[in-house]
């Protein structure tokens, strides 16, 4: 049996939502990071540092080119086309590994950063949001962080992005394999129907099948038969 979406739907669907939702997230992800850019740049008073830039530029780039490459999957799913298919499906496989690469790194720049800076450009963005102000100071305030929140927001933000992300990893390689699959098979029966040319059958021996032999053989003649009187002796 083939591979299913949640075990039952058809992978072609799965692939779709995968690809659908893949554009959404990667795109809103690549906005949030070139409009953070920018609203440090010219809006905020507080400069992030120059190892931030570069991350931040860096996640910009590889979440544009991963929305991209799933509005080509989402492209290919409805054409069947399988080089699309499989661009979307290594892509992913990249992303999944540049997430949890990232995951890594956001975690230990979180510990690392000095949280005073931190907590300076959450409350510049805050302005006068009480809401927004506590959570500044949950997350970023040595007094008052909230390690069940924290693990809380570990979990959300990591943890199941990066199970849904290598769950949709096999759902699209899986249509992948299926849809070259499909190709070869079809490419094989142009090939032979194409290529056929028909040649007559050899007059000796070699060509002839076993159970049809004309040549000599000793016990063809009725003599020799089996079931003849003549052939057995008591």
């Not at 190892?51 to 590889?62: A, D, E, N, Q, S």
């Not at 086309?81 to 990249?94: D, E, P, R």
């Not at 970023?140 to 990066?162: K, M, R, T, Y």
Request: net charge neutral; charged share 15%; glycine share 8%.
């Amino acid at each position: 049996m083939g591979a299913k979406f949640l075990c039952c739907l058809p992978l072609r669907l799965g692939v779709l939502l995968v690809s659908i939702v893949q554009f959404i997230l990667n795109s809103l992800v690549a906005a949030i990071m070139w409009y953070s850019l920018w609203y440090v740049h010219e809006k905020s008073h507080e400069d992030l540092s120059t190892r931030t830039k570069i991350w931040t530029i860096l996640y910009g780039v590889i979440y544009s080119v991963g929305g991209i490459m799933a509005l080509f999957g989402f492209i290919g799913t409805l054409l069947k086309k399988f080089s699309f298919v499989s661009g979307f499906a290594s892509t992913l496989w990249y992303l999944f590994f540049v997430e949890f690469i990232w995951s890594i790194i956001a975690l230990v720049f979180w510990f690392l950063e000095p949280k005073d800076r931190l907590l300076r450009s959450c409350l510049n963005g805050a302005k006068d949001d009480q809401k927004t102000i506590d959570a500044c100071h949950s997350i970023f305030d040595p007094e008052h962080i909230n390690s069940a929140g924290v693990i809380a927001g570990v979990i959300a933000v990591f943890v199941i992005p990066l199970l849904l992300q290598l769950y949709g990893c096999y759902l699209v390689g899986a249509y992948a394999k299926k849809l070259q699959k499909k190709d070869m098979d079809r490419n094989m029966i142009l090939t032979t129907s194409g290529g056929f040319k028909y040649t007559a059958a050899g007059t000796d021996d070699d060509s002839r099948p076993l159970t049809q032999h004309d040549g000599l053989y000793p016990y063809k003649d009725t003599n020799h038969s089996y079931g003849n009187n003549g052939g057995h002796h008591a």
